[in-house]
């Protein structure tokens, strides 16, 4: 069956790193683009960052760019979020996403409710 278990998550100082993983299984994750959503205490699920199947492109949020970077290994069927700086307002549950975009037609896309595919959530908590 189709899994996607993110791990790497946990609490941190301000200013430290931490990177997700996010590994996929019973589904061909080379035809799927992946992100990254994060949702805190009392606030919508909100996009992270996307890439391509290829990894060739990358989208941002504005409030993690130059911080974050997603990357994806499909000889592994894994996505990465390497997250450095981080800050207080990063501590959220964060979520992977598979998006199918050889029926959907676009591999960009900002909204939860498009993606085919979705994992349980790692929570990260940045302390001041």
């Known amino acids: 069956q189709v899994q996607l278990v993110e791990s790497g998550g946990g609490l941190v100082q301000a200013g430290g790193s931490l990177r997700l993983s996010c590994a996929a299984s019973g589904f061909t994750f080379s035809s799927y683009a992946m992100a990254w959503f994060r949702q805190a205490p009392g606030k919508e699920r909100d996009v992270v960052s996307v890439?391509?199947?290829?990894?060739?492109?990358?989208k941002y949020a504005d409030s993690v760019k130059g911080r974050f970077t997603i990357s994806r290994d499909n000889a592994k069927n894994t996505v990465y979020l390497q997250m450095n700086s981080l800050k207080p307002e990063d501590t959220a549950v964060y979520y992977c996403a598979a998006r199918n975009t050889n029926y959907r037609g676009t591999w960009y896309n900002t909204t939860w409710g498009e993606y085919d595919y979705w994992g349980q959530g790692t929570q990260v908590t940045v302390s001041s």
């Open positions: 890439v391509s199947w290829s990894g060739g492109s990358r």
